[in-house]
Protein backbone atom coordinates (compact mmCIF):
# COMPACT_ATOMS: atom_id res chain seq x y z
CA UNK A 1 0.00 0.00 0.00
CA UNK A 2 1.28 3.06 -0.82
CA UNK A 3 1.92 5.91 2.25
CA UNK A 4 0.38 8.48 -0.58
CA UNK A 5 -3.06 6.99 0.49
CA UNK A 6 -2.88 7.12 3.65
CA UNK A 7 -2.12 10.63 4.53
CA UNK A 8 -4.38 12.86 6.42
CA UNK A 9 -3.25 16.06 4.28
CA UNK A 10 -2.45 15.85 0.46
CA UNK A 11 1.18 14.97 -0.23
CA UNK A 12 1.28 17.40 -3.11
CA UNK A 13 1.49 20.40 -1.10
CA UNK A 14 3.99 18.71 2.31
CA UNK A 15 6.50 17.24 0.01
CA UNK A 16 10.20 18.79 0.70
CA UNK A 17 13.67 19.07 -0.93
CA UNK A 18 16.60 21.53 -0.25
CA UNK A 19 20.03 22.41 -1.50
CA UNK A 20 21.95 21.10 1.84
CA UNK A 21 25.58 22.43 1.69
CA UNK A 22 28.15 19.18 1.88
CA UNK A 23 31.68 19.25 2.19
CA UNK A 24 33.22 15.93 1.69
CA UNK A 25 36.04 15.05 3.38
CA UNK A 26 38.24 11.64 2.68
CA UNK A 27 40.74 10.57 5.46
CA UNK A 28 43.72 8.68 4.92
CA UNK A 29 45.28 8.00 7.80
CA UNK A 30 43.14 4.66 8.80
CA UNK A 31 44.45 4.56 12.19
CA UNK A 32 43.59 8.01 13.06
CA UNK A 33 40.82 8.89 15.20
CA UNK A 34 39.20 8.72 18.83
CA UNK A 35 39.65 5.79 20.95
CA UNK A 36 36.45 5.99 22.81
CA UNK A 37 34.47 6.27 19.11
CA UNK A 38 36.10 3.17 17.89
CA UNK A 39 34.82 1.00 21.35
CA UNK A 40 31.38 2.82 20.62
CA UNK A 41 31.98 1.24 17.14
CA UNK A 42 31.88 -2.17 18.40
CA UNK A 43 29.23 -1.75 20.71
CA UNK A 44 27.62 -0.30 17.91
CA UNK A 45 27.79 -3.52 15.79
CA UNK A 46 27.34 -5.77 18.79
CA UNK A 47 23.56 -4.13 19.44
CA UNK A 48 22.56 -4.10 15.92
CA UNK A 49 19.00 -5.94 15.49
CA UNK A 50 16.81 -7.01 13.42
CA UNK A 51 12.75 -5.56 13.23
CA UNK A 52 11.45 -8.20 11.77
CA UNK A 53 12.71 -10.83 14.43
CA UNK A 54 12.90 -9.28 17.86
CA UNK A 55 9.39 -7.13 17.30
CA UNK A 56 6.28 -9.29 17.54
CA UNK A 57 4.29 -8.46 14.78
CA UNK A 58 1.75 -10.93 15.35
CA UNK A 59 0.22 -8.21 17.97
CA UNK A 60 -2.00 -5.39 17.36
CA UNK A 61 -3.11 -2.22 18.41
CA UNK A 62 -5.95 -1.63 20.70
CA UNK A 63 -9.19 -0.26 19.02
CA UNK A 64 -9.99 2.73 20.29
CA UNK A 65 -7.08 3.81 22.39
CA UNK A 66 -4.32 2.56 20.09
CA UNK A 67 -1.48 2.57 22.05
CA UNK A 68 -3.14 2.63 25.71
CA UNK A 69 -2.15 5.89 26.66
CA UNK A 70 -3.85 7.03 29.69
CA UNK A 71 -6.01 10.39 28.64
CA UNK A 72 -4.11 12.45 31.21
CA UNK A 73 -1.48 12.24 28.33
CA UNK A 74 -3.83 14.09 26.18
CA UNK A 75 -2.73 17.92 26.00
CA UNK A 76 -6.84 19.05 26.23
CA UNK A 77 -7.36 16.70 28.73
CA UNK A 78 -9.51 18.35 31.45
CA UNK A 79 -10.02 20.90 29.40
CA UNK A 80 -13.73 22.54 29.00
CA UNK A 81 -13.69 21.78 25.50
CA UNK A 82 -12.54 17.60 26.59
CA UNK A 83 -15.60 17.60 28.86
CA UNK A 84 -17.67 18.38 26.41
CA UNK A 85 -16.37 15.56 23.67
CA UNK A 86 -18.60 12.88 22.40
CA UNK A 87 -16.89 9.03 23.40
CA UNK A 88 -16.71 9.14 19.58
CA UNK A 89 -15.01 12.34 19.07
CA UNK A 90 -12.62 11.27 22.00
CA UNK A 91 -11.82 8.12 20.44
CA UNK A 92 -11.24 10.32 17.33
CA UNK A 93 -8.35 12.31 19.13
CA UNK A 94 -6.87 9.49 20.57
CA UNK A 95 -6.29 7.45 17.45
CA UNK A 96 -5.61 11.03 15.25
CA UNK A 97 -2.90 12.18 18.35
CA UNK A 98 -1.57 8.86 18.38
CA UNK A 99 -0.87 8.55 14.81
CA UNK A 100 0.71 11.85 14.15
CA UNK A 101 3.11 10.93 17.24
CA UNK A 102 4.54 8.30 15.95
CA UNK A 103 4.56 9.51 12.14
CA UNK A 104 6.69 12.23 13.60
CA UNK A 105 8.95 9.78 14.70
CA UNK A 106 8.81 8.53 11.11
CA UNK A 107 9.61 11.21 9.44
CA UNK A 108 11.93 12.41 12.22
CA UNK A 109 14.19 8.77 11.57
CA UNK A 110 14.25 9.41 8.26
CA UNK A 111 16.07 13.00 9.01
CA UNK A 112 18.56 11.13 11.07
CA UNK A 113 18.80 8.65 8.23
CA UNK A 114 20.27 11.87 5.79
CA UNK A 115 21.91 13.78 8.70
CA UNK A 116 24.03 10.50 10.17
CA UNK A 117 24.60 9.42 6.72
CA UNK A 118 26.12 13.30 6.00
CA UNK A 119 28.48 12.90 9.16
CA UNK A 120 30.25 9.88 7.37
CA UNK A 121 31.05 12.02 4.29
CA UNK A 122 32.29 14.98 6.39
CA UNK A 123 33.66 14.33 9.65
CA UNK A 124 37.28 14.11 10.05
CA UNK A 125 37.94 11.35 12.17
CA UNK A 126 37.93 7.55 11.09
CA UNK A 127 36.39 6.15 14.20
CA UNK A 128 33.56 8.56 13.63
CA UNK A 129 33.02 7.31 10.16
CA UNK A 130 33.19 4.19 11.56
CA UNK A 131 30.89 4.60 14.17
CA UNK A 132 28.17 6.83 11.96
CA UNK A 133 27.93 3.99 9.45
CA UNK A 134 26.66 2.12 12.03
CA UNK A 135 23.95 4.31 13.05
CA UNK A 136 22.98 5.27 9.33
CA UNK A 137 22.08 1.63 9.83
CA UNK A 138 20.16 1.87 12.84
CA UNK A 139 17.94 4.87 11.53
CA UNK A 140 16.91 3.13 8.72
CA UNK A 141 15.83 0.39 10.75
CA UNK A 142 13.68 2.92 13.30
CA UNK A 143 12.79 4.11 9.94
CA UNK A 144 11.24 0.27 8.95
CA UNK A 145 10.05 0.06 12.24
CA UNK A 146 7.56 2.62 12.37
CA UNK A 147 6.97 2.23 8.52
CA UNK A 148 5.36 -0.76 9.52
CA UNK A 149 3.33 1.03 12.46
CA UNK A 150 2.06 2.77 10.79
CA UNK A 151 1.02 0.46 7.14
CA UNK A 152 -0.05 -2.08 9.07
CA UNK A 153 -1.25 -1.05 12.69
CA UNK A 154 -2.26 2.40 12.34
CA UNK A 155 -3.58 2.41 8.38
CA UNK A 156 -3.14 6.22 8.24
CA UNK A 157 -0.76 8.80 8.08
CA UNK A 158 0.33 11.99 8.87
CA UNK A 159 2.90 14.68 6.84
CA UNK A 160 5.87 15.94 8.39
CA UNK A 161 5.15 19.38 10.40
CA UNK A 162 6.29 22.43 9.61
CA UNK A 163 8.05 22.62 13.33
CA UNK A 164 10.35 19.33 12.99
CA UNK A 165 11.52 20.56 8.98
CA UNK A 166 12.33 23.73 10.00
CA UNK A 167 14.33 21.72 12.72
CA UNK A 168 16.02 19.17 10.22
CA UNK A 169 16.27 22.07 7.69
CA UNK A 170 18.53 23.97 10.05
CA UNK A 171 20.41 20.73 11.27
CA UNK A 172 21.08 19.63 7.60
CA UNK A 173 21.82 23.48 5.80
CA UNK A 174 24.71 24.43 7.34
CA UNK A 175 28.08 22.68 5.83
CA UNK A 176 29.84 22.08 8.93
CA UNK A 177 30.16 18.73 10.27
CA UNK A 178 29.64 19.89 14.03
CA UNK A 179 26.54 21.48 13.45
CA UNK A 180 25.38 17.84 12.02
CA UNK A 181 26.39 16.19 15.21
CA UNK A 182 24.85 19.63 17.90
CA UNK A 183 21.48 19.49 15.98
CA UNK A 184 20.61 15.59 15.38
CA UNK A 185 23.01 14.24 18.13
CA UNK A 186 22.27 16.29 20.85
CA UNK A 187 19.20 18.54 20.06
CA UNK A 188 16.53 16.43 17.63
CA UNK A 189 17.48 13.38 19.46
CA UNK A 190 17.00 14.77 22.65
CA UNK A 191 14.33 15.97 21.31
CA UNK A 192 13.16 12.35 19.97
CA UNK A 193 14.15 10.54 23.26
CA UNK A 194 11.82 12.28 25.40
CA UNK A 195 9.26 12.03 22.84
CA UNK A 196 9.75 7.98 22.70
CA UNK A 197 10.12 7.70 27.01
CA UNK A 198 6.21 9.16 27.36
CA UNK A 199 5.11 5.43 25.02
CA UNK A 200 7.69 3.38 25.93
CA UNK A 201 6.83 3.79 29.69
CA UNK A 202 3.05 4.86 29.80
CA UNK A 203 1.62 2.46 26.81
CA UNK A 204 -0.18 -0.20 28.02
CA UNK A 205 0.18 -1.78 24.40
CA UNK A 206 3.20 -4.15 24.38
CA UNK A 207 4.05 -3.62 20.11
CA UNK A 208 3.58 0.05 20.70
CA UNK A 209 6.06 0.37 23.89
CA UNK A 210 8.58 -2.18 22.91
CA UNK A 211 9.13 -0.42 19.54
CA UNK A 212 10.14 2.36 21.49
CA UNK A 213 12.06 0.52 24.06
CA UNK A 214 14.43 -0.59 21.22
CA UNK A 215 14.90 2.38 19.09
CA UNK A 216 15.85 4.29 22.52
CA UNK A 217 18.98 1.68 23.33
CA UNK A 218 19.81 2.52 19.40
CA UNK A 219 19.19 6.53 20.66
CA UNK A 220 21.03 6.02 23.50
CA UNK A 221 24.40 4.98 21.67
CA UNK A 222 23.83 7.91 19.54
CA UNK A 223 23.30 10.70 22.08
CA UNK A 224 26.73 9.25 23.11
CA UNK A 225 28.25 9.36 20.15
CA UNK A 226 27.29 13.30 20.06
CA UNK A 227 28.59 13.77 23.42
CA UNK A 228 32.22 12.22 22.74
CA UNK A 229 32.71 13.93 19.39
CA UNK A 230 31.90 17.23 20.67
CA UNK A 231 33.30 17.58 23.99
CA UNK A 232 36.72 16.61 22.06
CA UNK A 233 36.20 19.36 19.74
CA UNK A 234 34.36 21.95 21.17
CA UNK A 235 37.22 23.10 23.96
CA UNK A 236 39.60 24.06 20.80
CA UNK A 237 37.19 26.24 19.10
CA UNK A 238 37.65 30.16 19.86
CA UNK A 239 35.07 32.08 22.00
CA UNK A 240 33.13 33.49 19.07
CA UNK A 241 33.29 29.92 17.35
CA UNK A 242 31.49 27.90 20.66
CA UNK A 243 29.47 31.35 21.12
CA UNK A 244 28.08 30.74 17.48
CA UNK A 245 27.10 26.99 18.12
CA UNK A 246 25.67 28.35 21.55
CA UNK A 247 23.07 30.82 19.75
CA UNK A 248 21.90 28.21 17.51
CA UNK A 249 21.47 25.66 20.53
CA UNK A 250 19.38 28.23 22.40
CA UNK A 251 17.13 29.18 19.49
CA UNK A 252 16.77 25.64 19.27
CA UNK A 253 15.43 25.08 22.58
CA UNK A 254 13.04 27.66 22.61
CA UNK A 255 11.64 26.51 19.44
CA UNK A 256 11.12 22.77 20.74
CA UNK A 257 9.81 24.19 23.59
CA UNK A 258 7.08 26.17 22.00
CA UNK A 259 6.32 24.99 18.96
CA UNK A 260 5.53 21.50 19.18
CA UNK A 261 2.05 21.61 19.53
CA UNK A 262 0.31 18.65 17.01
CA UNK A 263 -1.80 21.49 15.48
CA UNK A 264 -2.24 19.23 12.40
CA UNK A 265 -4.67 17.56 14.82
CA UNK A 266 -6.47 20.12 16.43
CA UNK A 267 -7.25 21.89 12.86
CA UNK A 268 -8.54 18.43 11.51
CA UNK A 269 -11.04 18.17 14.84
CA UNK A 270 -12.61 21.02 13.88
CA UNK A 271 -12.73 22.61 17.57
CA UNK A 272 -11.26 25.44 18.31
CA UNK A 273 -7.32 25.83 16.79
CA UNK A 274 -6.13 28.38 19.10
CA UNK A 275 -8.04 27.48 22.56
CA UNK A 276 -6.91 23.91 22.50
CA UNK A 277 -3.00 24.79 21.17
CA UNK A 278 -3.08 27.45 24.29
CA UNK A 279 -4.69 24.96 26.83
CA UNK A 280 -1.81 22.18 24.98
CA UNK A 281 0.84 24.12 26.20
CA UNK A 282 0.18 24.93 29.31
CA UNK A 283 -1.20 21.73 30.40
CA UNK A 284 0.30 19.04 32.31
CA UNK A 285 0.98 16.51 29.61
CA UNK A 286 2.98 19.34 27.87
CA UNK A 287 5.22 20.34 31.44
CA UNK A 288 5.67 16.79 31.20
CA UNK A 289 7.37 16.54 28.18
CA UNK A 290 9.16 19.74 28.29
CA UNK A 291 11.18 18.30 31.21
CA UNK A 292 11.83 15.02 29.96
CA UNK A 293 13.19 17.37 27.11
CA UNK A 294 15.45 19.53 29.24
CA UNK A 295 16.09 16.57 31.05
CA UNK A 296 17.47 14.76 28.24
CA UNK A 297 19.78 17.96 26.43
CA UNK A 298 20.65 20.32 29.23
CA UNK A 299 23.36 18.02 30.86
CA UNK A 300 24.98 17.42 27.58
CA UNK A 301 24.76 21.04 26.57
CA UNK A 302 26.91 21.61 29.76
CA UNK A 303 29.28 18.50 29.17
CA UNK A 304 30.29 19.60 25.40
CA UNK A 305 31.01 23.37 26.45
CA UNK A 306 28.14 24.92 25.48
CA UNK A 307 27.32 26.45 28.75
CA UNK A 308 28.32 30.38 28.31
CA UNK A 309 26.47 33.44 30.15
CA UNK A 310 23.55 33.26 26.99
CA UNK A 311 22.96 29.63 27.80
CA UNK A 312 22.66 29.39 31.23
CA UNK A 313 20.22 33.06 30.93
CA UNK A 314 18.23 30.91 28.43
CA UNK A 315 18.03 27.73 30.74
CA UNK A 316 17.15 30.13 33.54
CA UNK A 317 14.26 31.66 32.28
CA UNK A 318 13.00 28.73 31.51
CA UNK A 319 13.36 27.42 34.58
CA UNK A 320 15.67 24.28 33.72
CA UNK A 321 18.85 24.80 34.84
CA UNK A 322 18.68 22.38 37.57
CA UNK A 323 18.86 19.75 34.90
CA UNK A 324 22.41 20.65 34.45
CA UNK A 325 23.16 18.19 37.51
CA UNK A 326 20.96 14.71 35.91
CA UNK A 327 23.86 11.87 35.35
CA UNK A 328 23.65 11.13 31.86
CA UNK A 329 25.10 7.99 31.90
CA UNK A 330 22.86 6.97 34.56
CA UNK A 331 19.96 8.18 32.20
CA UNK A 332 21.15 6.17 28.88
CA UNK A 333 21.83 2.98 31.37
CA UNK A 334 18.27 2.68 31.81
CA UNK A 335 17.33 2.98 28.70
CA UNK A 336 19.28 -0.19 27.78
CA UNK A 337 18.23 -1.75 30.65
CA UNK A 338 14.40 -1.20 29.84
CA UNK A 339 15.28 -2.15 26.07
CA UNK A 340 16.48 -5.75 27.72
CA UNK A 341 13.85 -5.95 30.26
CA UNK A 342 11.47 -6.14 26.97
CA UNK A 343 13.45 -8.76 25.47
CA UNK A 344 12.68 -11.22 28.51
CA UNK A 345 9.45 -10.56 28.73
CA UNK A 346 9.19 -11.30 25.09
CA UNK A 347 11.25 -14.65 26.32
CA UNK A 348 8.90 -15.77 29.28
CA UNK A 349 5.94 -15.24 26.58
CA UNK A 350 7.44 -17.19 24.15
CA UNK A 351 8.49 -19.95 26.63
CA UNK A 352 4.49 -19.99 28.41
CA UNK A 353 2.90 -20.05 24.73
CA UNK A 354 5.29 -23.15 23.96
CA UNK A 355 4.18 -24.99 26.89
Not at 34 to 54: F, I, P
Not at 210 to 234: C, K, P, W
Not at 312 to 337: F, R, T
Amino acid sequence: MTTQTLYQLPIDITQWHFDGQTEVLFNWEYEDGSADLLKLYEKGKQQQWNTSSRIDWSQDLFEDNPMGLSDETIPIYGSPVWAKLTDKEKNWLRFNLQCHTICQFMHGEQGALIATAKIVSTVPDMNAKFYAATQVMDEARHIEAYKRLIHEKFKSAYPITPSLKNLLEQTLSDRRWDFTYLGMQVLIEGLALAAFQRIRDSARNNLAASINAYVMQDEARHVTFGRLALRDYYPQLSDAERAEREEFAVEALYFMRDRFNQAEVWERSGLPVDELVKYAYESGAMQAFRARLFTRIVPILKEIGLFGPRMQKALGDMGVMEYAKIDVEKLIGNDMKVAEDFDAKAFVRAAVAAQ
